[in-house]
């Protein structure tokens, strides 16, 4: 009976550890949507962060990311980004986005590949800037993460759905400035044209700007003296593919804060 029940022993730990040894490589592996290692945010604040992003990732399909270290260490953000992102295993994603942020140079740095480099235009990277870099500047880096994975989420979701954001052209304050300017533009123009005038005065009657004599017309024909003649080559069909998928489509935006 003793021997029984150690081999049942044995192999219930057995089953155990088989069970256990998948689910500790996948947490090894798991994606890295967000890394505090400068410990920005306390841990209830983080796991709201990590959720958000974790949430918009998988909804589009499209990795969306934060990342802080506590120094450069003597890189370039822009490189230690892009190796941030190519380490945090975001497999069978169609792009991603990668924020990184280092506290002791104070810089910051968004790292954009694949549809998030197509979605994640300069108008909407604008946005991102002016709305999160005074949030890290201030301090208040949970509303800074916040802002940032808000805002990826719907310039992404708007390229998703085929319409990348453009920025909005302000219409109304460009037609005043160009009425403005065409008004001061035309009369200084009619006042030059009006000062060159001053000696002419009008006169009521044509035959006063004649010679008596100097209009007598005895005979008139029309000649053909030459033409010219511009042709143009006929163009040719073409077909053209737009920009392809793949590796690449990197880039990125970031400064100080």
Not at 72 to 91: P, Q, R, T
Not at 100 to 121: C, H, N, Q, S
Not at 173 to 188: F, H, M, P, S
Request: glycine share 8%.
């Amino acid at each position: 009976m003793k021997n029984i029940a150690k081999k049942l022993f044995c192999l219930t730990v057995a089953l155990l550890l088989a069970m256990a040894l998948p689910l500790a490589a996948t947490a090894e592996h798991a994606p890295d949507y967000f890394s505090d290692e400068a410990i920005l945010l306390k841990d209830t604040n983080a796991f709201q962060v990590y959720h958000s992003l974790c949430d918009i990732s998988n909804r589009l399909n499209i990795a969306v990311a934060i990342h802080t270290v506590n120094s450069l260490d003597g890189a370039v953000i822009e490189n230690l980004a892009k190796h941030h992102y190519e380490n945090a295993y975001f497999y069978g994603y169609t792009g991603g986005v990668l924020l990184l942020v280092a506290m002791e140079e104070r810089e910051w740095y968004i790292y954009t590949t694949g549809d998030a480099y197509d979605y994640l235009t300069d108008a909407a990277l604008d946005d991102i800037e002016d709305t999160m870099v005074p949030l890290l500047s201030e301090g208040d880096y949970f509303q800074a993460f916040r802002a940032y994975a808000d805002l990826c989420d719907k310039y992404l979701t708007m390229g998703r759905e085929g319409t990348p954001y453009r920025g909005s052209f302000p219409w109304g304050q460009n037609i005043v400035i160009a009425l403005i300017v065409g008004a001061v533009v035309g009369l200084i123009v009619v006042s030059s044209m009006k000062a060159q005038l001053k000696s002419v005065r009008p006169r009521r009657e044509a035959h006063e700007y004649t010679r008596p004599g100097s209009m007598n017309v005895t005979r008139s024909r029309d000649l053909f003296l030459y033409r010219t003649v511009h042709r143009r080559p006929k163009p040719k069909d073409s077909s053209s593919g737009g920009r392809s998928g793949g590796g690449g489509r990197s880039g990125g935006r970031g400064g100080r804060f």
